[in-house]
């Protein structure tokens, strides 16, 4: 053996030193491999109980969760308490302009736990009435349910002031600036992106849908396609790490089918002359037309997978209809493509699937009233209608539907005019979640204090306050919930949700 | 083989040398032709006029000077740096007659004259005494109303200077070019912070005044806070400051009617 030489040579010196060098980065290498092994090492909850879905219905803009849900005392015998000194009166003295009247108003009867461990029918709060829309076909058929009704058959469940957050926040603290609060507060690209991720401390990455998919995916996945699905161009939601399961996008609600084999190829394999065989013809084209360097290689795979998968659901879903029918919106297309992928889920393999679906203009600075209820009602409509789609594909016990939105708005408005004024951007708002196997007809979280100026407000100042709710509920908290319920454990929620040591809320047994 | 690399390095160095040194051959100074790059486009301008004398006047254009009968000759020609005329190439960019000598006329040595930098009227910064008024700045058209930033001045709000004299279309025109010049502070603090501020109206000016303290963001908003602190426009109603998921910035003046979102807004 070559003895070790105390006077080295160049040659000798240049080798030890990138035989060092090659040390220090396999050690690095091993460290991020025995991370990475805890994260898909254990066994997955979800190999033996059956299928699972969640549904995200992403409101942009920042939903007006203040008059989605409101304060109203109904006594036993049906009469609303309005006058001075009720919460109502409070509500409507705070709110002004953008105040809904009590007479529209659709009260609910949600359950309060009491002391013997059960549960009081409480009637402090109604709905904003667009909720009770369900949606009715030409024929004057009811097609579905609304969210109210839906609500009060212990199907859905409402989660009071969720919102992003560092950690737990005070008025005092957030005031002092005692604690990290998330960064750009009031932004809407940052907001939604923090929402979607959850990480309100780090710059976007990866969304929490993507990571619970990246951990689940072995068990519950499929090679055909990803279980991260959105029906609404690429969603924040669904970014993972694992480049096999990104998230496959349907473009608003609708998966193309004319790449199929019976539309743009003919029996012997031409090209047909109609404009699906023309665009089949394209997309082969530059499939095997060369592609320079890595980068170009990469995106001729990732190409052919996209025409893959999309010819692969093309295919399932092909000459599929609901069984009930949809209301055509926005919404209600992209719910109808999710419950034909349910219904279908046999046929793509998959035990489990996230869906991402979205529905814009809730930024409501301006005409305010009319804009928020034809958007509640057209959420009521469509959700109402999936739930009853999964009632008959007999799966409503298995799909949790969820609202998440920007943030929520200010509760005085920012102008004089009943017709032109809204809200401005808030911090927390109210949730709504919807599923068989929810613990429903209950208002989870805590609700703030509806003062503005309060003890709840990001401002201590009546006089100035905008009503702006720090959340009681954070992000972190609401999706770990519902991750757990997917099939997550509670090592595998930690790892997903790193932040999450940092809350004890209380009160969050949704599901 | 080492004599040979030096050899080598030398070849190399002398390449060097003739790639960026004057062409010792050229016949034509360079101080002769100044270029200026406009969009990629190389472009020869004339060399600076020849001076004047002292009565004021430009030396005899070679044109005059030509003997009568002899054909113009169109040529620009100009002095080398030893005083003898030479033909320029052919210029169409050239048309000071001054640069067409001829003969052994005296020649003015011409040299290289850079033009005069563009002079930049800068807006005079706002006076903050209350209740001070100013005419408006001299010069513009009857009727119209330029920022002077002193005239509209306002410390609270009940203190709102009017100036009775301008018509109210003067008075949108200052209304617009105030909100521009508020969009302008927040892109120039999206430029150098890489987002823009966002909250109520109050937190942004504490936001861009955190960033920029500058006794220049100051006067800027000096003249157009009311005393919550909120940017207002010239009817005193705070600015709706608000930027999309897109990060497209959007500042609307309620206008002349006081009314968000009403018809009459200013905005972009």
Redesign the interface.
């Known amino acids: 053996m070559k003895r070790f030489s105390t006077n080295p040579t160049r040659r000798d010196f240049i080798g030890r030193m990138l035989g060092g060098l090659g040390a220090a980065g396999m050690g690095g290498t091993m460290a991020q491999m025995s991370l990475m092994n805890q994260v898909y090492a254990s066994t997955p909850a979800c190999s033996d109980d059956g299928y699972k879905a969640l549904v995200c219905i992403f409101l942009?803009?920042g939903n007006d969760a203040n008059n989605m849900i409101v304060p109203l005392e109904v006594s036993a015998g049906g009469a609303a308490s309005t006058g001075a000194g009720s919460s109502y009166a409070a509500y409507q003295n705070s709110r002004g302009i953008l105040a809904l009247p009590a007479s529209e108003l659709l009260p609910i009867t949600d359950k309060v736990s009491n002391a013997a461990g059960g549960y009081d029918d409480s009637n402090e709060w109604a709905f904003h009435r667009a909720l009770g829309d369900q949606f009715i076909t030409e024929e004057g058929v009811a097609s579905g349910k609304s969210i109210h009704s839906l609500f009060q058959d212990g199907r859905a469940a409402v989660v009071a002031n969720v919102g992003t957050l560092v950690g737990p926040t005070t008025q005092s603290q957030f005031l002092s600036n005692g604690v990290e609060v998330p960064p750009?507060?009031?932004?809407?690209?940052?907001q939604?992106a923090q929402w979607q991720s959850s990480l309100c401390d780090q710059p976007f990455r990866t969304g929490w849908g993507g990571r619970i998919a990246d951990m689940l995916n072995d068990c519950a996945g499929t090679p055909n396609v990803s279980m991260a699905m959105s029906m609404s161009g690429f969603g924040k939601l669904l970014i993972g790490e694992n480049p096999s399961v990104g998230q496959y996008v349907a473009n608003r609600g609708k998966i193309a089918a004319f790449i199929g084999n019976e539309q743009s190829l003919t029996s012997t394999g031409a090209y047909t002359d109609n404009l699906a065989g023309i665009m089949r013809r394209g997309f082969d084209i530059e499939y095997e037309r060369p592609h320079a360097g890595i980068l170009g290689e990469s995106y001729r795979d990732l190409f052919n997978q996209t025409l893959s998968k999309t010819e692969f659901l093309g295919g399932v879903i092909a000459g599929e209809t609901n069984i009930n029918l949809f209301p055509n919106s926005s919404l209600g297309n992209q719910l109808s493509l999710v419950a034909k992928l349910i219904s279908k889920r046999e046929t793509i393999g998959q035990k489990r699937q996230i869906f991402f679906c979205s529905l814009g203009s809730w930024?409501t600075?301006?005409?305010h009233l009319e804009s928020h209820a034809a958007l509640l009602s057209e959420l009521s409509q469509a959700v109402g209608v999936f739930y009853k789609e999964l009632e008959a594909l007999n799966v409503e016990d298995d799909v949790v539907s969820f609202t998440t939105s920007?943030f929520g708005r200010t509760y005085t408005p920012?102008?004089?005019?009943a017709v032109?004024?809204?809200s401005?951007?808030g911090w927390g708002s109210h949730a709504l979640v919807v599923g068989g196997a929810l613990n429903g007809r209950q208002i989870f979280g805590a609700m703030p204090n509806l003062t503005p100026g309060g003890p709840d407000d990001t401002s201590n100042d009546a006089s100035?306050s905008?009503g702006r709710w720090i959340p009681t509920t954070s992000v972190d908290e609401y999706a770990a919930k519902l991750a757990s319920w997917y099939g997550l454990s509670s090592e595998e929620l930690n790892t997903v949700f790193p932040n999450l040591n940092r809350f004890s809320s209380t009160n969050l047994n949704f599901l | 083989m080492t004599k040979f690399r030096w050899v080598l390095y030398g070849l190399i160095l002398i390449g060097v040398i003739l790639a960026f040194a004057p062409n010792p051959f050229s016949t034509v100074p360079r101080e002769e032709f100044g270029s200026t790059q406009e969009d990629g486009a190389l472009r020869s301008t004339p060399s600076a006029p020849a001076p004047r004398n002292a009565n004021g006047d430009l030396p005899p254009s070679g044109l005059s000077s030509m003997p009568s009968g002899d054909t113009q000759d169109t040529r620009r020609t100009a002095p080398n740096s030893a005083g003898k005329v030479q033909v320029l190439p052919r210029n169409d960019h050239a048309t000071d007659p001054a640069q067409v000598v001829t003969g052994t006329a005296q020649i003015p040595q011409t040299t290289r004259v850079r033009a005069p930098a563009q002079v930049v009227r800068k807006r005079p910064p706002p006076d903050l005494t209350p209740n001070a008024t100013t005419p408006p700045v001299t010069g513009s058209k009857p009727g119209t109303f330029a920022m002077s930033g002193k005239s509209e001045i306002f410390v609270g709000t009940k203190q709102l200077i009017r100036t009775p004299n301008v018509k109210p279309r003067g008075r949108t025109v200052a209304a617009s070019e105030q909100r521009i010049a508020v969009q302008n502070s927040l892109y120039e603090f999206q430029r150098k912070n890489r987002f823009f501020p966002a909250g109520e109206n109050a937190e942004i000016v504490k936001q861009l005044l955190a960033k920029d303290p500058s006794a220049t963001m100051i006067e800027q908003l000096g003249g157009m806070l009311n005393d919550k602190q909120e940017l207002v426009d010239v009817w005193g109603k705070p600015y709706f400051i608000h930027t999309d998921i897109n990060n497209r910035l959007e500042v609307r003046s309620s206008g002349p009617d006081g009314l968000l979102f009403s018809d009459d807004d200013l905005y972009e």
């Open positions: 942009n803009g750009q507060l009031f932004s809407h690209s940052d939604s930024d600075h301006s005409k920007d920012n102008g004089d005019d032109l004024s809204g401005d951007h100035t905008r």
